[in-house]
């Protein structure tokens, strides 16, 4: 089942200044300042605020965490965690997360045949996959959500209602899209409206809380 991710963000926050054992390397640690770690290099934490972080192609990391900064990771890389405040997050191709991906204010991209095993989430930006794999939920309050071509989603998608002391999004209806041969298990809960398009050659579970409009080709 998604969770609600309000409730989630404490832990969120608390998860970004919080550090676990590195298992691959030493730890990377800045205050206004950029990281920058090389193709094929095994390190620990990587975190910053006020600055971004780039994990090189093949790279391992653990947890990825920046406060005002973005996120991106190179193709091929593995890591535990990805979460940023105030910052998008790019997933490269092939890559493998562990436990979730997630921003409070930015758009998350996951490349072709990335694979995170957690929950992938946002509060306001764009969410879009690439023919990847979600093994937890999607879940946003403001965002648009592109399921893309040949995506799968193993836990459903929640679109939470917007609340008013921490509505920074646009008033907008969110764009929900699921794209040719996609797969979206469990539920799909829109607690605002929306505008949700299912491509006719797609998979979905129950929808609750908007009406599908059905689309041919590869776009609505």
């Known amino acids: ?24 390397g030493d730890d990377h640690s800045k205050v ?37 900064g973005s ?20 997933i490269g191709r092939h890559v493998r997360v562990a436990r979730e991906v997630s921003t409070v204010n930015g758009s998350l991209t996951l490349d072709d045949g990335s694979d995170v ?10 969410i879009r996959l690439r023919s990847a794999h979600v093994g937890g939920g999607i879940r946003t309050v403001s965002g648009d959500i592109e399921v893309g071509a040949d995506s799968r989603v193993d836990r459903g998608i929640l679109v939470e209602k917007t609340n008013s002391w921490f509505n920074f999004g646009s008033n907008q209806p969110p764009r929900v899209v699921i794209g040719p041969r996609s797969v979206v298990q469990g539920s799909l809960v829109f607690e605002r409206d929306v505008e949700l398009y299912v491509s006719d050659s797609a998979r979905i579970g129950e929808v609750k809380g908007a009406t599908p409009v059905m689309f041919s080709g590869e776009n609505p």
Not at 9 to 18: D, E, N, R, S
Not at 71 to 90: K, L, W
Not at 117 to 126: A, C, E, F, H
């Open 1 to 24: 089942m998604v969770r609600p991710i309000i409730s989630s963000l404490a832990v969120a926050a608390l998860a970004l200044g919080l550090s676990l054992p590195a298992w691959a």
């Open 32 to 68: 206004n300042g950029s990281i920058r770690i090389e193709d094929g290099r095994s390190v620990g934490d990587l975190d910053t605020v006020n600055g971004s972080i780039r994990l090189g192609d093949h790279g391992q990391a653990e947890e990825v965490s920046t406060v005002n």
């Open 71 to 90: 996120i991106e990771i190179g193709d091929d890389a593995t890591i535990e965690s990805a979460g940023t405040v105030n910052g998008r997050i790019s």
């Open 117 to 126: 095993s957690g929950d992938v989430s946002n509060v306001n930006g764009g």
